[in-house]
Each structure stands twice: as C-alpha cells, then as structure tokens.
C-alpha cells in the first residue's frame, strides 16, 4: 500500500533562519507531488506542484522554494524565514493528472518567532 | 478567480442529530468537488468526489450532494468520531492540478 511521510512534525524558528521540510513517498511511482499552507482562518493554499523529477511550478509568489531531487522526494525550502511562513505544512500526492483525489501526509506545523 | 465558501463554520450536533454542512463555489468549468475530512493536527482525508449536478455520493453516515451552485455533506444520525473539520475544493477548467479549498466546517457531535 502506498504510504506518505512528511518531517519534522514540529518546529519552530527564527525570523531569517532557513527552512527545509522533507517529503516521501512509498508504494507508488511517478506521483504527482504537492506542498500546501494551511494558516489559521484561511484554507488549504497549494505551493508548488511537481509532475516529475526536477519539475516544479509555483503557485504562489513567496520567499518559499521546492525541489524533487528524486521520484518520490519533495522538499520545501527557505533561505530566511518570515514571521508570515507560520503555518500547517502539507504535502500530498496523487496519481495521474487532473485529479482532485490527494493523499495527504501527516503535516509539519512551523511557528517563526 | 475560483472561489468556495463552506458554512457553517462550527456546528455542534448531538449524536444521533442529523444535519447538513454547506458548499458554495464559484468556478469558472467545475471539473469536481471534493469533500475532505480534516482530524485536528492531521493531513485531511479524502471523502467524496462529485463532478455533476444530481450526482450523490456516500459513504456509512455522510453523504454529498451537488448542484450547479453548491454542495451539501449530509450526516445522518452522527456519532461523536464524526466530530472533525470537513472541507471542501473545487477544481476548475482553468487548472489541471490546483484545487481551491474552503476553510471548512468544524463539526462536533456530542454523545
């Protein structure tokens, strides 16, 4: 069975400290990839996506990067932290295009002060 | 710009109390809806995909209907495990792969 694992679960840091979340998959090949926000008051706001290794597109202009280094690996990134980039981290996958069937991960809850 | 509005934003039932959750969305060419259950610090769950008017989907107490404006969740005689948030998305013609999600109802069933 196919299987997703997102960490740290839990962190906080710095304004302008840098950022790395790590994301993978199992039991499943070639999947879409997804990193969400989900802040307190507003909903789920897709990042990036990434249909392939070394594809990414963005979503949403911001001080965020992703990478996917390997099929199943998706990585959010920062180089300095805003106080706005506290929030609820998600990454989700699915299989084929065009689908709005996501399994999504555990998430990783970020708070910079 | 797609838009999802979801109301209630909190509802408190009391187990075996019937209700319905509310969806209302703006796209541009809807291309699904889709309900999600959301357990407080976990990933949301998928729940339902609906893609056209009069189309009915269900699953043990809940069940999702969908209109060319809006959506309902229904839950029939809900036990306490139900309690969580449900959300809503939408994707439209314009996207192959984003889904614009409301901010959710926070259900909460009281035994």
């Known amino acids: 069975s196919q299987t997703i694992h997102q960490w740290p679960a839990t962190l906080v840091q710095p304004v302008g400290s840098p950022l790395s979340l790590e994301c993978t998959v199992e039991?499943?090949?070639?999947?879409?990839l997804y990193w969400y926000r989900q802040a307190a008051g507003r909903g789920l706001q897709l990042l990036f996506y990434?249909?392939?290794?070394?594809?990414i597109s963005s979503e949403v202009p911001q001080n965020l990067s992703a990478s996917r280094p390997q099929d199943r690996q998706f990585i959010l990134s920062s180089k300095k932290l805003l106080l706005s980039d506290s929030g609820f981290y998600l990454c989700?996958?699915?299989?084929?295009?065009?689908?709005?069937?996501?399994?999504f991960g555990e998430g990783s809850r970020l708070t910079v002060l | 710009e797609d838009q999802v509005t979801q109301s209630p934003e909190a509802l408190r039932l009391q187990e075996g109390e019937s209700s319905s959750l509310n969806c209302s969305y703006t796209?541009?060419?809807?291309?699904?809806l889709f309900w999600y259950r959301q357990d407080p610090g976990k990933g949301p769950e998928f729940l339902f995909t609906?893609?056209?008017a009069g189309e009915e989907k269900e699953k043990e107490r809940l069940k999702a209907t969908l209109t060319k404006k809006e959506s309902f969740l229904h839950i029939t005689a809900p036990k306490p495990e139900d309690s969580a948030t449900y959300l809503c998305?939408?994707?439209?013609?314009?996207?192959?792969?984003?889904?614009?999600f409301g901010k959710g109802t926070l259900l909460t069933v009281n035994p």
């Open positions: 989700a996958w699915s299989v084929g295009q065009s689908t709005g069937e996501l399994f």
């Open positions: 039991g499943t090949s070639n999947p879409n």
């Open positions: 990434s249909v392939g290794i070394g594809q």
């Open positions: 796209v541009s060419g809807l291309r699904g």
């Open positions: 609906l893609y056209s």
């Open positions: 998305a939408v994707r439209s013609g314009g996207s192959n792969y984003k889904l614009t």
